[in-house]
């Protein structure tokens, strides 16, 4: 079903996954590089279907030097995201890799190409269970293709060193995400919980993911930055062990927050209105 946005058109006719809310709250909440603005900048979209987020994402970045790359098992799906690509104001910053990403990922390590500042995926999440008739749905819904571990390894492989990487999953997947995060060097920088509305439990969450190696280094220079300034105060009374091994050791949490899409009347909250108007028409 043919989607207008205020800045491009999405036509995902032979796409297994038509347009959703989901994918709209992802593009829009997805992390981007503070300094994103000039200068070469390489964004990755992960199973890129119609090529929703890699236009949403071109419209954030306003940067000419960008590069989007979508890649795109499926056929129908990519001559989908080809054409949407074609109609927008970005063509020559977009360029739809018809593959695997495995197969795209050894190809570029191979060739020794830039790694990317931003990934961005909405993966299968059905680990189980029957599947749809139509093929394409059941590939796009299914983790049969593309699951988790697999997902997050070449995440790990094509991440810049200091770059993001962004998901929108069920909250009943978030086991399985995170059984195969434990088995990567990435971790959860920020997580935001997803209800429909203000009465109901969570149903989805966002997730963006750094190498670890960049947090502990994040975290270790603000620790050094806190700690300089405490050393400037009055002396405050003796830690314990405990306490001083606990400071001393680097920690990391994720930045944790909340978005409620609707309100009890139906209508958009301030907070997904503030988060999606640049996108949808009515807003």
Known sequence: ????????????????????????????????????????????????????????????????SAEIIAVELDEGA?????????????????????????????????????????IICNPPYFENGPQSDAKQRATARHTDTLNFETLLTQVQLLLAEHGTASFIIPVQ?????????????????????ISTVETKAPSRLLLAIKHQACLIESTASSETKELSQD??????????????QTRARPQYEPITSNLVIADGKGQYTQTMIQLCRDFYLKL
Not at 90 to 115: C, D, F, G, M
Not at 173 to 193: N, R, V, W, Y
Request: neutral net charge; proline residues 6%.
């Open 1 to 64: 079903m043919p989607f207008t946005f205020k800045q491009f058109h999405i036509d995902d006719s032979h796409c297994g996954m038509p347009v959703s809310t989901d994918g709209v709250i992802l593009g829009a909440w997805a992390k981007l590089s503070t300094d994103n603005t000039k200068g070469p900048y390489r964004v990755l979209d992960i199973g890129a279907g119609s090529g929703l987020l890699s236009l949403m994402l071109a419209q954030r970045l306003r940067n000419p």
């Open 78 to 118: 990519a001559q989908d995201c080809q054409s949407n690509f074609n109609q927008s104001p970005w063509t020559s910053q977009l360029t739809v890799q018809h593959t695997s990403i495995q197969r795209y990922s050894q190809e570029l390590l191979k060739a020794n190409l830039p790694l990317f500042e931003t």
């Open 173 to 193: 997947s978030e086991t399985g995400f995170l059984a195969a995060l434990a088995c990567s060097q990435l971790e959860i920088s920020d997580k935001t919980h």
């Open 231 to 244: 050393q400037s105060q009055p002396r405050a009374q003796p830690q314990s062990r405990h306490q001083a």
